[in-house]
């Protein structure tokens, strides 16, 4: 029964009261399936008449005596007729029945017996053909009201949700759905609007379930599962437009009848022209928009030179215009673009629709199967200039209809968006060129600039953290003679002296090809540089890497990490390749300037420094310090070891005694060759009590552990500024030229004070 009780039965009551004899009292009535009156009115116009006060207001109970006829009508389902027990008054009563067989109400009348001269038996069974045009009637003005409230909407979605609500309120019965029709008048699922509301979100809309159904299958008007659910398909000048759905819930133990089916067959005629009205409207309004999107994408990336903004700004208006697609963008070049984007493969033993688009150059539309579920593919390749740069993907359900002018706006936008991207990557990359040459040229200066090994270090590492914006850099060297490779230099001071062993990723995978690497582990997996107990509480997602070569060998590595994940691009890579060979250069030259200077300073035979070094270094004591000692020691009958050993083993013996001497002396105390068997040692900074504790020491050493045996003799020399004033470098040597030739003098092997 459509509508509310009372509403259709005040329909009814027009043809019931026209059919009534006239100037004959009486009451129509109206129950509900329970017995209780819902409404009632009289029958004959501008006379009341209730006799023996008779009760027949809203709520009132009319189904209490079994002997009544509404209660045998609701039992039966029949008509039934009933005399009062004072024999003055004859009820009848009429039950109105859903499809099912079950009685929804009772239309009722009482009148008096001696004024009804005919059989209210039989004439209640003629109010069917009232009954129904009063149905007719209600559908008739119901479905106007509606149309009237439709031609107020200028847009499809607020009239078809207006339509779907309408429908349901009258119909009272489960939803009201609308779906989409392609132009071969099959659904296109993911465009609908339903009266459904989701109680959860474990449960799906019903009317996806049921469009999934008929999908693929033109649709046709229909009453579907036991009369559960009605299928209208809406169409204006042979144009498929939307279908409609009348659709109870699995809980619902209801059906729909022949009044419902006609009812939704009148509104779905009526609405078409509106339907159709709002659809062109609204197709009007998307060129509009579509061409108004085009240009200010056009304006918008034409003047963009951001890669990241030119990528966003495709993506977005793809997105808004194809809400129900997924888009995805797909690059053959790597970008350093928020926007996500995806490789494109040419590896899979099947092209795919996207591979197909790139290779050929132009758009391609196709299906797919994709976990199970059939789909629409579009791929349109981004054409630039000099090439194709990847291709712009949407993905739809199979049921999706794209137009040609669809398509080709599709096309447009790809091929606009193509020679877009190019220009913004050509921009970038000479931006990026010309920032790698600054870089370069910078650090080439400022390396040439200095020969000292730990300011080339510490350079090269506030260059790697400045350029990369990286949270770790380190500079190792390998230990000679090891596996092991030291860090030098580090953004973390306290790796600084930290060893890691050769056979450790990344150090093992740099030495098996010695060439610059980029480091990148799939999904979350750490890169691991536990080795270094300074890092523990670290933990890296990218790596770069870069040997430090040394006339071919590897002498080193440079490594830069970062806990992002792709943090780094191939830019980054190549560049920090460059780094690597200028550190690697500037490396070597000061490691040789250290030693031709150090070469310079040193006695080839006994590692000691020169007499000319001493000096220096002496002179600059007696500038800055207050006090200090100087040793000289002479190997004892040194010509008679050469002439009875050879000058081989005298060589040998300097060597020896050069070693204790620097065994038993301080970092600070300057050891050198005096000439021939003479040795030195200047103690800055040490009294004279201190400087003869050593001299005896090594004295002693000497005499016990040289082989040969030798001895040696030592003259010692202090000097204090206080006491002795200003003394100069020749007086200080003078001083322990004069007590060692004591020493010698008497017998040798000793230690004797100036």
């Given amino acids: 029964m459509l509508g509310k009780l009372e509403t259709v039965f005040s329909y009814m009551a027009h043809f019931m009261l026209l059919s009534w004899p006239e100037k004959r009292p009486g009451i129509l009535f109206l129950t509900d399936s329970a017995g209780k009156v819902v409404t009632n009115m009289e029958m004959q116009v501008g006379q009341s008449w209730n006799p023996n006060n008779l009760d027949f207001r809203a709520g009132s109970q009319l189904c209490t005596e079994t002997h009544s006829s509404v209660y045998h009508a609701l039992r039966t389902g029949e008509i039934a007729v009933h005399t009062s027990e004072d024999g003055e008054l004859v009820f009848g009563a009429f039950p109105l029945k859903e499809y099912d067989g079950r009685i929804r109400a009772v239309i009722g009348m009482v009148a008096p017996q001696q004024e009804i001269d005919f059989d209210l038996a039989s004439y209640m069974r003629g109010l069917e053909s009232l009954i129904r045009m009063g149905y007719d009637a209600y559908i008739q003005h119901a479905t106007t009201e509606i149309i009237m409230k439709l031609n107020r909407f200028d847009n499809t979605r607020d009239l078809l ?11 009272q019965k489960g939803h009201c759905s609308a779906v989409k029709l392609s132009e071969t008048s099959m659904l296109i699922l993911p465009e609908f609007h339903t009266t459904e509301v989701l109680e959860g979100e474990d449960r799906p809309y019903q009317i996806t379930q049921l469009a999934a159904r008929f999908a693929g299958i033109p649709i046709t008007p229909s009453v579907e599962n036991d009369h559960r659910t009605v299928i209208l398909p809406i169409t204006c000048e042979g144009k498929p437009l939307y279908a409609l759905f009348l659709h109870l819930l699995p809980e619902d133990n209801l059906q729909y009848d022949e009044r419902d089916v006609a009812f939704l067959q009148e509104v779905g005629e009526k609405a078409s022209y509106a339907l159709w009205r709002t659809m062109v409207a609204d197709d009007l309004r998307r060129d509009a928009s579509k061409k108004d999107l085009l240009y200010q994408l056009m304006t918008k ?8 903004d030119v990528l966003h700004e495709i993506v977005s208006s793809i997105r808004y215009l194809y809400p129900h697609a997924s888009v995805d963008l797909f690059l053959t070049v790597e970008t350093n673009a928020t926007t996500p984007v995806k490789p494109l493969s040419f590896y899979d033993d099947e092209a795919s629709t996207s591979t197909r688009a790139y290779l050929e150059g132009s758009l391609v539309m196709d299906y797919e199967e994709r976990d199970g579920v059939k789909v629409a593919v579009l791929a349109a390749p981004l054409l630039g200039k000099q090439g194709i740069y990847g291709v712009l993907q949407l993905v739809t359900d199979w049921t999706v209809f794209l137009s040609p002018q669809e398509t080709e706006y599709i096309s447009i936008l790809a091929e606009t968006a ?5 220009n913004a990557q050509l921009y970038q990359q000479s931006r990026n060129l010309i920032r790698e040459l600054r870089l370069i040229n910078e650090m080439a200066r400022q390396l ?4 000292n090994l730990q300011e ?4 090269v590492i506030e260059m790697l953290l400045e350029t990369f914006s990286t949270e770790f850099s380190a500079i190792l060297r390998k230990q000679p003679g090891t596996d092991l490779f030291e860090v030098i230099s580090s953004s973390l001071a306290e790796c600084q002296g930290r060893s890691i062993h050769a056979e450790v990723s990344p150090i093992s995978d740099i030495l098996s090809s010695k060439q610059a690497l980029l480091l990148v582990p799939p999904g979350s997996e750490p890169i691991s540089l536990s080795l270094l107990p300074c890092l523990s509480h ?8 870069v040997p430090l070569l040394v006339d071919g060998e590897l002498g080193g590595v ?13 830019d980054d890579y190549k560049l920090l390749e460059i780094f690597g060979q200028h550190a690697s250069l500037a490396m070597t030259n000061a490691m040789l300037h ?5 070469m310079v300073i040193t006695d080839n035979l006994t590692g000691l420094y020169t007499r000319r070094y001493l000096n220096q270094r002496v002179q600059a004591s007696l500038e800055k310090d207050s006090f200090g000692s100087l040793i000289l020691m002479d190997i004892d009958y040194f010509k008679k070891v050469n002439d009875t050993y050879g000058h081989q083993v005298g060589d040998e013996v300097l060597i020896q005694v050069a070693n204790l001497i620097k065994r038993h002396i301080r970092e600070s105390d300057i050891p050198a060759r005096w000439g021939g068997e003479e040795l030195a040692v200047y103690l800055p900074r040490v009294d004279k009590a201190t400087a003869h504790a050593i001299a005896e020491r090594i004295r002693t050493y000497v005499e016990k552990e040289t082989s040969p045996p030798v001895t040696i003799s030592c003259g010692l020399a202090k000097w204090h500024k206080e006491r002795t004033g200003e003394i100069s470098v020749e007086s200080l040597f003078y001083l322990a030229d004069i007590a060692l030739y004591e020493a010698k003098n008497k017998g040798r092997n000793q230690v004797i004070l100036a």
Avoid at 418 to 422: D, P, S
Avoid at 538 to 544: G, V
Avoid at 558 to 570: E, G, K, N, P, Y
Avoid at 594 to 598: K, M, P
């Fill in 456 to 459: 080339i270090l510490d350079f």
């Fill in 538 to 545: 670290m933990s890296f997602a990218s790596l770069m890497g």
């Fill in 594 to 598: 250290t030693e031709v200077e150090r």
């Fill in 301 to 308: 990336i034409q003047a963009s030179i951001d890669v990241n």
């Fill in 558 to 570: 440079l490594i830069v990490a970062d806990s992002r994940h792709h943090f780094f691009s191939f």
């Fill in 161 to 171: 949700e207006g339509l779907i609500q309408q429908i349901a309120d009258v119909i």
């Fill in 448 to 451: 040439n600039r200095s020969l």
């Fill in 418 to 422: 193509g020679k877009a991207f190019e």
